[in-house]
């Protein structure tokens, strides 16, 4: 049995800047929502901070969609 140390390193990089980017997309989603919650509070309107975090879960959906995709096809 011959491990490709260098196809086993390539897949954990991969693996783990996808999962960095996505968590970062997430917690960016997070904060806009709550931007948005602390402005409504406040009088005011952040519909741009709603619109990214809308945007930025929408990455997500369709991060994980495609990964999906790529394990069944």
């Known amino acids: 049995m011959s491990i490709d140390w260098?196809?086993?390193?390539?897949?954990?990089?991969?693996?783990l800047v996808v999962t960095v980017t996505l968590v970062g997309?997430?917690?960016l989603g997070i904060v806009g929502l709550s931007r948005q919650e602390r402005a409504?509070?406040?009088?005011?309107?952040?519909t741009l901070a709603v619109t990214g975090a809308y945007a930025c879960f929408a990455a997500c959906t369709a991060a994980v969609?495609?990964?999906i995709?790529?394990?069944v096809a």
């Open 6 to 15: 260098a196809a086993l390193g390539s897949v954990f990089g991969v693996s």
């Open 69 to 71: 995709y790529l394990i």
């Open 65 to 67: 969609a495609y990964g």
């Open 40 to 46: 409504t509070a406040e009088g005011g309107s952040a």
């Open 25 to 27: 997309l997430f917690t």
